[in-house]
């Protein structure tokens, strides 16, 4: 099993669409956990880190689910923009190297 | 605040030369990594210093790839000789304190694209 598993899509919505996307890890031990965004060609950014209570970023919300090993990020009134690849990155507690996901294609058609 | 730089661009090669790739990180950034990023994968760590000391190297193929740190501050990443395998983007990327540190966040280079034929 990967130690980081994300479904590479790629997810079709239209404008508008509420979508959300999960990525699944093995280590029991992972402390911390991200969104990245990486448009083609280009390199990745940080969308936002992943908090144990949730946390919300205007249209985007990432959740923590330490019982299943699972982080999702749900994307509300999708826009064009919004169209890039996901990425997920959870660092472990033991090895504390930042491990990516081989991220999820989001794609937002007018 | 300037970001991750990397050079060069872009850099086509045939197989069984060598290459190298620079990356001068974010002022101050003690963590520096190094990434490959495959068409359609994730990142994938080679390895990742801490100010010029090593943490982890345990998915660079050290039969062809080297990476140095010296001083602390820029890196080098070099491969001799290529595969076609090789072809991928390497990212480096830098982050102020160590991942040990709750949601320390990376930034990245823009890359260097590497095309071996």
């Known amino acids: 099993r990967k130690e980081v598993e994300q479904d590479p899509g790629p997810f079709n919505v239209p404008e508008g669409a509420t979508v959300a996307f999960n990525c699944t890890y093995s280590?029991?031990?992972?402390?911390?956990f991200f969104w990245y965004r990486q448009d083609c060609r280009k390199e990745p950014k940080l969308l936002m880190s992943v908090y144990s209570s949730g946390n919300e970023d205007g249209r985007f919300t990432a959740q923590l689910n330490r019982a299943s090993q699972y982080i999702s990020l749900l994307i509300r009134d999708s826009k064009l923009s919004d169209s890039a690849t996901y990425l997920c990155?959870?660092?472990?507690?033991?090895?504390?190297?930042?491990?990516f996901g081989r991220g999820t294609s989001l794609i937002v058609h007018p | 605040e300037a970001g991750v730089a990397q050079s060069p661009r872009y850099k086509i090669i045939e197989k069984r030369q060598s290459v190298a790739f620079w990356c001068n990180p974010i002022?101050?950034?003690?963590?520096l990594y190094w990434y490959q990023q495959i068409l359609g994968q994730g990142p994938k760590l080679l390895i990742q210093f801490q100010n010029n000391g090593v943490v982890d190297d345990s998915q660079l193929p050290k039969d062809r790839f080297s990476a140095e740190r010296l001083k602390g501050v820029d890196s080098t990443l070099k491969i001799q000789p290529a595969k076609l395998e090789d072809s991928a983007v390497y990212l480096c990327?830098?982050?102020?304190?160590?991942?040990?540190?709750?949601?320390?966040?990376?930034?990245f280079g823009q890359g260097t694209r590497l095309t071996v034929v």
């Open positions: 002022s101050g950034h003690a963590t």
């Open positions: 990155v959870v660092i472990s507690g033991g090895s504390y190297i930042p491990t």
């Open positions: 280590n029991s031990a992972s402390q911390s």
């Open positions: 990327a830098s982050s102020l304190v160590s991942p040990r540190r709750m949601n320390t966040e990376a930034f």
